[in-house]
């Protein structure tokens, strides 16, 4: 079955710096990579996603980036605010079947 | 307003007890999902369903047991079985289509052993 690798664990960076958390993934069939942010304690609510079919989206300050020959995908978010501190989780699933999420990334962005 | 509705927010447990988990949603989903969090280990599925009055188990199922009456509704029991009960509970729905659409998630049960 699918299984998704996450990294960085913990990412700090300073306010107005970029930050990237990458994926990987095992079933090449996969084809839906969705991005989720979760405060202390709220949901995870969906930040972006991406389909297999295309390489790249963005959404104003945050960008995902999809390579299906080596399996990963990552997170691009610019010029990075202190709302922007949370968990971030990607998943991976192939057609029909369910998420497999990763760890989790902690996020902090230091004023 | 339209969206996932978990109780309650937080929830003790006695040994031997079972606790039930509610999940409503008003989204006209067909999909719902429970999943549990633990620290460092993201979301683990523990049971799904794509179709009322049919479910599934997920990764974790053992010592959960789940129902699928209504279409809006897909409560969760932690069985006494279940001997690491604590943990955040995520319940999730989503549109089933040709392809894969994103799980919306409702604000969680966090589960305690007294």
Request: aromatic share 10%.
């Amino acid at each position: 079955g699918e299984n998704v690798e996450q990294h960085p664990s913990t990412l700090s960076v300073q306010e107005g710096d970029s930050a990237v958390i990458k994926c990987t993934y095992s079933d090449s069939a996969s084809n839906y990579f969705p991005w989720y942010k979760q405060e202390l304690g709220k949901r995870p609510q969906l930040i972006i996603d991406i389909r297999s079919n295309v390489g790249e989206k963005k959404d104003q300050r945050i960008a995902v980036t999809l390579n299906k020959t080596a399996k990963h995908f990552s997170l691009h978010i610019t010029e990075t605010q202190p709302e922007d501190s949370a968990v971030y989780f990607c998943a991976a699933s192939p057609p029909g079947q369910n998420f497999v999420f990763g760890p989790g990334t902690r996020l902090s962005v230091l004023p | 307003d339209g969206g996932i509705t978990q109780s309650p927010k937080y929830l003790f447990r006695k040994e031997g007890q079972n606790v039930t988990l509610s999940c409503e949603q008003n989204l006209n989903h067909d999909a719902m999902y429970w999943y549990r969090q633990d620290p460092g280990q993201g979301l683990r599925l523990i049971y799904y369903s794509q179709i009322v009055n049919d479910f599934q188990k997920g990764d974790i199922a053992e010592g959960y047991s789940v129902s699928r009456e209504k279409k809006e509704s897909f409560p969760l029991t932690v069985t006494s079985a279940q001997k690491n009960p604590t943990a955040f509970y995520l319940c999730a729905s989503s549109i089933v289509g040709v392809s894969n659409q994103p799980q919306h998630f409702g604000d969680g049960t966090r589960l305690s052993i007294l």
